[in-house]
Nanobody, 115 residues
Framework: QVQLVESGGGLVQAGGSLRLSCAAS????????MRWYRQAPGKQRELVAT???????VYADSVKGRFTISRDNAKNTVYLQMISLKPEDTARYYC?????????WGQGTQVTVSS
């Protein structure tokens, strides 16, 4: 059974930092493209960051320079380091693992940034 378990969310003041973790089980995350998405209330789910199986990273313009996606293959875990957080970063953050034809999602972790 495949599981993606996100953790590390919480309440932080604007300008603060958080590191989200996505622990995978039942799959080898290193051979999957791993992504972080977020969804704020009343808004569509937004792709935030991607890391390919080869380690190539891509970011949404809104988080470029502030967020960093990385992976620890030994721990089968993907991270999202977030700095200089803004109130508009408030959302539920979801981890996604993709490798054709598989597409797996975690339950998400809430990030709330206060002004």
């Amino acid at each position: 059974q495949v599981q993606l378990v996100e953790s590390g969310g919480g309440l932080v003041q604007a300008g603060g930092s958080l590191r989200l973790s996505c622990a995978a089980s039942g799959i080898i995350s290193s051979i999957h493209t791993m992504r972080w998405y977020r969804q704020a209330p009343g808004k569509q789910r937004e792709l935030v960051a991607t890391i390919s199986s080869g380690g190539i990273t891509v970011y949404a313009d809104s988080v470029k320079g502030r967020f960093t996606i990385s992976r620890d293959n030994a721990k089968n875990t993907v991270y999202l380091q977030m700095i200089s957080l803004k109130p508009e970063d408030t959302a539920r953050y979801y981890c996604n693992a993709w490798r054709t034809p598989s597409d797996y999602w975690g339950q998400g972790t809430q990030v709330t940034v206060s002004s």
